[in-house]
């Protein structure tokens, strides 16, 4: 925390040989087994603060084996200490190696691939250069098998990591690949699609009320940003709504084929009457596609929910 709030902290760690410290307590007995699950969990989270915006500090702890050690000593056991590692392999690694180290060490240990999915999003959200460009096809197709795969079951988190791994893939590949132009790109908006238009999740959330009581994951947020611990069917099609925006603002092409196969289905979770937080991210994706007459026209159809006029 003190890190997050004073920089100047990491910068003095890193220069007294922190990196070399965190190496050695990872590898140590301490760090080992059950026991030492809040240890590991503890210095990833401390890798990806020491990192967060510093290209220095990602050089300084590369060379001093973080990466390494991370991938060998970190995704030891079926934990979230696990779910952190793959997020600081993915803050200093980049995303080849945290799709290594999904196809690895994923199979059977559904923390691995929580944490994948979430490091894909934000390794896809920061990519830049052909380098890393050259690697999104490849992410894409193992989150498309994540989404086919019944690991959800036993993983309330996953398919909203995958979910969203999708939008900020798609994102980028978008506005290189037309419509038909690339299978995998055409499936992976099917799959958001398919979200958003699933009627049993709809009449799910029509059913039921939503909470917002926060989740205790190793990632806790105090914004909006937190994972709250709602139904998952919510919880997907936020994340879809969110990458369905995401894709119509970056793509025209995109945008026309999202409006005629997904703005009925937005239009539809709308009008069920969610939470605020859900309703916000409905709008901002119907917008992307409809534009601003759509929304002033539903704030007129719902002036008496507080939430919907509120998103």
Same mark, same amino acid.
Not at 23 to 42: E, F, I, N, Y
Not at 66 to 84: F, K, M, N, R, S
Not at 258 to 265: F, I, N, P, V
């Given at each position: 925390?003190?890190?997050?709030?004073?920089?100047?902290?990491?910068?003095?760690?890193?220069? !007294?040989?922190? *990196?070399?410290?965190?190496?050695?307590? #990872?590898?140590?007995?301490?760090?080992?087994?059950?026991?030492?699950? @809040?240890?590991?969990?503890?210095?990833? *989270?401390?890798?990806?603060?020491?990192?967060?915006?510093?290209?220095?500090?990602?050089?300084?702890?590369? !060379? %001093?084996?973080?990466?390494?050690?991370?991938?060998?000593?970190?995704?030891?056991?079926?934990?979230?200490?696990?779910?952190?590692?793959?997020?600081?392999?993915?803050?200093?690694?980049?995303?080849?190696?945290?799709?290594?180290?999904?196809?690895?060490?994923?199979?059977?240990?559904?923390?691995?691939?929580?944490?994948?999915?979430?490091?894909?999003?934000?390794?896809? +959200?920061?990519?830049?250069?052909?380098?890393?460009?050259?690697?999104?096809?490849?992410?894409?197709?193992?989150?498309?098998?994540?989404?086919?795969?019944?690991? !959800? @079951?036993?993983?309330?988190?996953?398919?909203?990591? *995958?979910?969203?791994?999708?939008?900020?893939?798609?994102?980028?590949?978008?506005?290189?690949?037309?419509?038909?132009?690339?299978?995998?790109? @055409?499936?992976?908006?099917?799959?958001?699609?398919?979200?958003?238009?699933?009627?049993?999740? #709809?009449?799910?959330?029509?059913?039921?009320?939503?909470?917002?009581?926060?989740?205790?994951?190793?990632?806790?947020?105090?914004?909006?940003?937190?994972?709250?611990?709602?139904?998952?069917? /919510?919880? %997907?099609? /936020?994340?879809?709504?969110?990458?369905?925006?995401?894709?119509?603002?970056?793509?025209?092409?995109?945008?026309?084929?999202?409006?005629?196969?997904?703005?009925?289905?937005?239009?539809?979770?709308?009008?069920?009457?969610?939470?605020?937080?859900?309703?916000?991210?409905?709008?901002?994706?119907?917008?992307?596609?409809?534009?601003?007459? +759509?929304?002033?026209? /539903?704030?007129?159809? !719902?002036?008496?929910?507080?939430?919907?006029?509120?998103?």
């Amino acid at each position: 925390v003190l890190i997050v709030e004073v920089p100047r902290l990491g910068s003095l760690l890193i220069s !007294h040989g922190g *990196c070399q410290c965190l190496v050695h307590v #990872m590898r140590s007995p301490a760090a080992r087994g059950p026991d030492g699950q @809040d240890l590991r969990k503890a210095i990833a *989270c401390l890798v990806v603060s020491l990192a967060d915006g510093s290209s220095e500090a990602v050089q300084a702890l590369r !060379h %001093a084996g973080l990466a390494q050690v991370l991938a060998e000593e970190g995704l030891q056991g079926p934990d979230q200490a696990a779910e952190a590692a793959m997020w600081a392999l993915g803050t200093i690694a980049g995303l080849g190696v945290v799709l290594q180290a999904m196809r690895k060490h994923g199979p059977g240990n559904v923390f691995v691939l929580q944490g994948g999915a979430k490091a894909i999003s934000e390794c896809a +959200f920061h990519a830049s250069d052909r380098g890393q460009l050259e690697v999104l096809p490849d992410a894409l197709s193992l989150v498309l098998e994540l989404t086919r795969s019944p690991q !959800h @079951d036993v993983a309330r988190d996953l398919e909203r990591s *995958c979910i969203k791994a999708l939008g900020s893939l798609l994102a980028i590949l978008t506005s290189y690949a037309s419509p038909g132009a690339m299978p995998a790109v @055409d499936m992976g908006v099917e799959v958001l699609i398919r979200q958003l238009t699933n009627q049993e999740a #709809m009449d799910a959330t029509a059913a039921s009320p939503t909470t917002n009581a926060e989740e205790e994951t190793w990632h806790r947020q105090t914004d909006e940003n937190s994972v709250y611990d709602r139904p998952n069917h /919510e919880a %997907a099609a /936020e994340a879809a709504a969110e990458a369905v925006g995401r894709i119509a603002i970056t793509s025209q092409e995109w945008r026309v084929v999202l409006r005629q196969y997904a703005l009925e289905g937005l239009i539809k979770w709308i009008r069920i009457g969610t939470d605020r937080r859900l309703l916000k991210y409905l709008f901002w994706a119907s917008a992307s596609m409809a534009g601003m007459p +759509f929304v002033a026209s /539903e704030m007129q159809r !719902h002036m008496d929910n507080i939430g919907a006029v509120d998103a």
